[in-house]
């Protein structure tokens, strides 16, 4: 069973308890699924279920605490510009991008279309669905302050023709609008070339990474004539941006699959390697593709994971003394190889769609695919997850293992075995609880337990075709930390008939680590309420390996006569839980505005506390003050405090309506006596506790 905990199911009730119970014992924690993207359909085409948004990716900006969501989809909808019409079309996809916070995933925008792939003022929807984009990447660059999205794209502005795709770049800026004009990357094919030469080569599958300067690196998987290379060969290229996302340098191979000397043009078309990751691990560049590649003694079409390492070379211009000057990154060694999935020369196993993520203390990095092996008690056509860690050599640090169970192992019927699949794995780190996440896509028969309470469990199971996503933690050696549990849920697991269970799905899951919790995305179709069946929108959950318990305690005597004088409330925020809770701080609202000011913080900013990091077992005491000599005789003031806590560990509570304490004060000023006097009552005051458990 798989068990998955929802804290947003009782924000209805009191003294929310945010977390998994010390009785169920879970290893994780979820918060709510919301929806990020949705594709919007024109006035006068109201249907829903023609235009839908894919293919998620998410980058996290930590300090400002917030994350860049892009998608593909097609919008329809047409509109008064400055030029005149603008239209969209059904199947026209462009890369739309929405900013959110991390800490609740309010979504701090509308969404933003990004990417112009066609011609706005074109009214001839079959024209403008002739061009798209499709497949973003993203990324936050600490340095430059802005986020970069890339995809693969087909546009009609010279020399570029229809199909032919090629990669694009925008810039985006912390506030989730773009800035500048949109770049493009890759070269595939001769640009003089005539236009049905042109469609024959193409560049798809981009990724991103920053290096520790500021810089970027784009990869991709392409088909170009550029001798040695023929028509229908795919190889990995990669070309480098500055800061500002203007190319540095052409674009370079980066790749080798098969032997180039080999003339036979359908030979050389046979072996291919695809669908490149690239990360910088520490300072340096790290490469992910899949392959069938003859020099490793693999048949054609049978796939197997690679590695492989980047190593700088001096910089275009030997006479720039900047610190932020370019650095090319080139292949350095030979390939290493990561996974075995059946004998050698067996076609029918494959290992397929690496994703990489590294530990940072360590630069240990983690391999994460999914595909199909005769090994132990697995069949042909049983898609499951594995991963690998290597040191940052690429060294292995142990043999490929295991990850996701769909269906059931005992199972002694092949065929039905084959039924349930695991595909799509995505990996990442996270910093705050020093565990690496793992999510793909999933098929399986198994049931699992939803946690609605401390004492309240139902048991739920899914049926063949039902794909949600699903995780795994593991431990920084690659020890599960945690069974396998349920990311999504698309329809409704207690009403739908399994007929109907089969329609709603989510699929292309993206995960991103931020402010102590796991930014997990994907699309789907859902009959959740607030959403929209047969439209695929984009969703998200924020996902914490564990999670800080912290208690807030009013320690204030709360009936206090007093003569005039600024009004204290003193209150205490415990650490009762087992690690440290990083960056924590408390905002103060009022109900009426009194001036306000803190003792205890390290710094006040908007009304805000920062406490900064409280030990487990430890206390972080403040005291708020109120100034009452802006009040006259005979006046009648109330006010209520509103204090929500924020850390940069686990599931916080910003913005969740029980993430709040609330302090009722009504202060009098009567007359009387010679001094005139206050007399306070702090009234109504009631103790808000909320726990967030780690273990």
């Known amino acids: 069973m798989y068990r998955i905990f929802r804290p947003g199911h009782l924000l209805a009730s009191a003294g929310l308890l945010l977390g998994a119970t010390a009785a169920h014992g879970a290893d994780y924690v979820l918060d709510d699924q919301v929806s990020i993207g949705v594709a919007r359909p024109s006035s006068a085409n109201g249907d829903f279920t023609e235009h839908d948004a894919y293919e998620p990716a998410i980058a996290t900006a930590p300090e400002q605490h917030l994350a860049l969501f892009v998608w593909a989809g097609d919008d329809a909808y047409t509109r008064a510009g400055d030029d005149g019409e603008l239209h969209l079309a059904n199947d026209e996809f462009e890369i739309y991008g929405r900013l959110v916070t991390t800490s609740n995933l309010n979504r701090e925008n509308a969404s933003q279309r990004l990417s112009f792939m066609g011609d706005d003022l074109e009214s001839d929807a079959a024209e403008r669905a002739k061009y798209d984009a499709r497949n973003p990447a993203v990324a936050w660059n600490p340095v430059?302050?802005?986020?970069?999205?890339?995809?693969?794209?087909?546009?009609?502005t010279a020399p570029l023709v229809d199909d032919e795709f090629e990669i694009f770049a925008q810039r985006v800026g912390i506030d989730g609008q773009p800035v500048g004009e949109r770049v493009r990357?890759?070269?595939?094919?001769?640009?003089?070339?005539?236009?049905?030469?042109?469609?024959?080569?193409?560049?798809?599958?981009?990724?991103?990474?920053?290096?520790?300067?500021?810089?970027?690196?784009?990869?991709?998987?392409g088909d170009t004539d550029a001798a040695p290379l023929v028509d229908d060969e795919k190889e990995?290229?990669?070309?480098?941006?500055?800061s500002t996302a203007t190319p540095a340098g052409g674009q370079f191979r980066i790749s080798f699959v098969g032997d180039d000397s080999e003339t036979d043009a359908a030979v050389r078309a046979a072996r291919d390697a695809t669908r490149p990751q690239v990360i910088f691990n520490g300072g340096d560049g790290v490469v992910a593709w899949q392959a069938d590649d003859s020099l490793y003694g693999l048949a054609d079409d049978e796939h197997e994971i690679f590695l492989q390492h980047l190593g700088p070379v001096p910089a275009p211009d030997p006479g720039c003394t900047d610190p932020l000057c370019?650095?090319?990154?080139?292949?350095?060694?030979?390939?290493?190889?990561?996974s075995t999935m059946g004998s050698d020369g067996d076609a029918a196993f494959d290992g397929l769609q690496p994703a990489l993520t590294s530990n940072p203390n360590t630069r240990a990095l983690l391999v994460a695919w999914h595909g199909d092996t005769s090994d132990g008690a697995l069949v042909d056509e049983e898609q499951e997850v594995f991963a690998r860690l290597f040191d940052e050599s690429l060294a292995p640090l142990g043999a490929q293992f295991r990850v996701s169970t769909m269906g059931t192992d005992t199972e002694t019927d092949t065929a039905k075995r084959a039924r349930y699949d695991a595909t799509a794995a995505t990996a990442e780190w996270s910093d705050s609880d020093g565990v690496f996440f793992i999510a793909w896509r999933g098929d399986t028969d198994t049931e699992f337990e939803i946690e609605l309470g401390d004492e309240v469990t139902e048991v739920r199971s899914l049926v063949d075709d039902e794909f949600e996503i699903f995780g795994r933690l593991l431990h920084a050696d690659g020890v599960p930390l945690a069974k396998q549990f349920r990311v999504s849920i698309q329809g409704n697991d207690l009403e739908d008939t399994p007929e109907d269970r089969m329609k709603f799905g989510a699929d292309a899951p993206a995960v991103a680590f931020a402010n102590g919790v796991l930014l997990t995305g994907w699309s789907g179709d859902s009959n959740v309420p607030g959403t929209l069946d047969d439209g695929m929108q984009v969703f998200a959950v924020r996902v914490a390996a564990l999670s800080t318990e912290l208690?807030?305690?009013?320690?204030?005597?709360?009936?206090?006569?007093?003569?005039?004088?600024?009004?204290?409330?003193?209150?205490?925020?415990?650490?009762?839980?087992?690690?440290?809770?990083?960056?924590?701080?408390?905002?103060?609202?009022?109900?009426?505005?009194?001036?306000?000011?803190?003792e205890g913080c390290e710094a006040v900013t908007d009304n805000t506390c920062e406490l900064g990091d409280i030990a487990p077992g430890e206390a972080a005491r403040f005291s708020v003050i109120l100034a009452t000599d802006h009040l006259e005789l005979d006046d009648t003031l109330g006010t209520t405090l509103s204090l929500t806590t924020r850390a940069d560990t686990g599931l916080s509570n910003i913005g969740l309506a029980d993430g709040n304490m609330f302090v009722a004060a009504s202060v009098t000023v009567k007359g009387g006596g010679s001094a005139g006097a206050f007399w306070l009552l702090l009234a109504g005051a009631g103790v808000w506790r909320a726990r967030n458990r780690r273990r």
């Open 551 to 598: 208690e807030m305690v009013l320690e204030s005597d709360l009936v206090a006569p007093t003569v005039p004088a600024p009004i204290r409330v003193d209150f205490s925020l415990d650490n009762n839980g087992t690690v440290v809770a990083r960056n924590v701080a408390v905002r103060v609202e009022m109900s009426n505005e009194f001036p306000l000011s803190f």
């Open 144 to 156: 430059a302050g802005e986020f970069l999205v890339v995809w693969e794209g087909d546009g009609d």
């Open 185 to 221: 990357i890759s070269i595939m094919g001769d640009d003089a070339a005539a236009g049905a030469e042109r469609t024959r080569y193409d560049a798809a599958n981009p990724s991103i990474a920053v290096d520790p300067l500021g810089n970027y690196l784009v990869v991709w998987e």
């Open 326 to 338: 370019p650095v090319e990154w080139v292949p350095a060694g030979d390939p290493v190889r990561v």
């Open 236 to 242: 990995i290229f990669g070309r480098y941006l500055d």
